[in-house]
């Protein structure tokens, strides 16, 4: 529900901007596309028989896809020669089951405080989701009739859900520093759906055409997260070639690095202490080429 709120109000905000300043040079382009990714993402989890954190693989441990397309949507307006706004949206959707989990581990859901425990030939279905929104602002520092050099500024969400389906338990109430689960209770899923606060990012781009009708442009785009017990960083970096295939129609062509870190600090109160569980860190790095149709109108 939150992220079509967000949705929502983003659109709205542009399209008052369009509403409030459109001019005859205005120019505005819609790009749907897609990237193949090759996907590497884990989190650290906690061994429950001797307390040591191991990264839990979602590709290897957990079967999740390493390749596979994933969508994305970016929409743009280019006003007053120099300025434009801009939207985007990338969707990371994988599940898989897992007949047999090799490992026991442990693990603290943000959520809702709970510890969970999988063990050894548990069976699991994993699902690990990832919705990016984008919105922002840039400027062309540097113009000439083949290139443009200029920065942006705007603002990232972040939607991430990870669920657990399948044999697990629930850790008692009793959690003492050499045991981290007793009276484990049969729980049949856990699902974990986090949402970021709008974060800042900051970005380079430039294009040059080259050839007529052919342009080669790149942009690379960083943003740090850090809010309650999260942080973690995001990096975007884009090189591509694009082609008018006919009269306001293009075709782009590239190749697209993408990383997320998230890291969760955990811990669990008992007594008067605070005993660490574990480290909910997950990292997904989504590398490969990338294709996209756009509409320049």
């Known amino acids: 529900m939150l992220k079509a709120v967000i949705t929502f109000l983003s659109l709205c905000l542009l399209s008052t901007c369009v509403q409030a300043g459109t001019t005859a040079k205005d120019k505005f382009t819609i790009k749907v596309g897609a990237f193949y990714a090759n996907s590497d993402s884990y989190m650290n989890v906690t061994d429950p028989t001797n307390g040591g954190i191991y990264p839990l693989d979602f590709e290897d441990d957990l079967l999740l896809d390493e390749e596979q397309f994933l969508p994305f949507f970016e929409f743009s307006w280019h006003f007053n020669d120099r300025h434009h706004v801009y939207a985007d949206w990338k969707s990371l959707h994988r599940t898989a089951d897992t007949p047999y989990i090799e490992n026991s581990w442990v693990f603290t859901n943000p959520n809702d405080d709970k510890t969970y425990i999988v063990e050894t030939g548990a069976q699991l279905k994993t699902t690990l989701d990832i919705d ?166």
């Open 132 to 297: 990016i929104m984008r919105i922002g602002y840039g400027y062309d520092i540097i113009q000439d009739d083949d290139f443009t050099v200029g920065v942006s500024i705007g603002l990232h969400t972040m939607f991430i859900k990870t669920a657990f389906e399948g044999t697990i338990g629930l850790c008692g109430q009793e959690l003492m520093a050499s045991s981290a689960c007793t009276d484990i209770v049969a729980t049949p899923q856990v699902i974990d759906e986090s949402i970021t606060a709008p974060l800042p990012d900051f970005g380079v781009y430039g294009s040059f055409e080259f050839f007529t009708d052919w342009t080669l442009a790149a942009h690379a785009q960083y943003f740090a997260i850090s809010y309650d017990d999260v942080e973690g960083a995001l990096i975007d970096i884009r090189a591509s070639v694009e082609a008018m295939i006919c009269e306001n129609w293009y075709l782009t062509l590239g190749y697209n690095y993408y990383e997320v870190d998230v890291d969760y600090a955990q811990k669990v109160a008992y007594d008067t202490n605070d005993f660490h569980i574990a480290d909910y860190n997950l990292n997904y790095s989504f590398t490969g080429p990338m294709f996209s149709l756009m509409y320049e109108f």
